[in-house]
């Protein structure tokens, strides 16, 4: 089966920010959002006999977002409904340190080993009563395929890249007595 080994690049430069906001235009409604910069590139490395230096590091989306509501649907003091959705974004990253760059001679076929930009939209309602409170929410709501990892299988006597999906929408209740 396949075998990963571990190198240490010899340099890497990694830094960035981020930028959250909450705005409460109106009692029972409250805007929130963020947004990050994640610069994460490689200043030294070879693989393979290929330079890599420039290349992005894997799983480091150079942009990511998240924009948000919680709005107070109803509240009698003892009751209160609260409807909360969020989309999330990401911009593309890559699973192998190659990128997009292919190894001659090998059959790799990095460019297939990343997830492009997405965004997914999750959402909860929530009721609560003294202290009981029952929510009932949904992640990835418009069931939006993404990958959660990509692994160049070749090199092990394979002939595809092994690519694994993150979760489809996935829905639930839960309930919290406090």
């Known amino acids: 089966g396949p075998v990963n080994f571990l190198v240490n690049a010899p340099k890497a430069e990694v830094y960035g920010g981020e930028i959250e906001a909450t705005l409460r235009p109106a009692p029972g409604f409250t805007i929130n959002a963020s947004g990050g910069y994640l610069h994460a590139t490689y200043k030294e490395l070879s693989l393979q006999g290929v330079d890599l230096s420039g290349n992005a590091l894997p799983f480091a989306p150079r942009w990511t977002a998240q924009f948000g509501v919680d709005w107070k649907v109803f509240d009698t003091g003892r ?15 890559y699973f192998s340190p190659f990128n997009t760059t292919d190894v001659a001679g090998t ?24 202290n009981i409170e029952l929510r009932g929410w949904i992640n990835n709501a ?4 993404v990958l959660a990892y990509g692994l160049d299988l070749r090199g092990a006597g394979f002939n595809y890249n092994l690519l694994v999906p993150a979760a489809p929408r996935t829905y639930g209740v839960t309930a919290r007595v406090s």
């Open 79 to 93: 009751d209160s409904v609260t409807f909360s959705p969020s989309v999330n974004y990401f911009s593309r990253q």
């Open 107 to 130: 059959g790799q076929v990095n460019s297939e080993l990343q997830q492009g930009a997405y965004a997914k939209v999750d959402a909860a309602l929530v009721w609560q009563h003294d």
């Open 142 to 145: 418009f069931n939006r395929k």
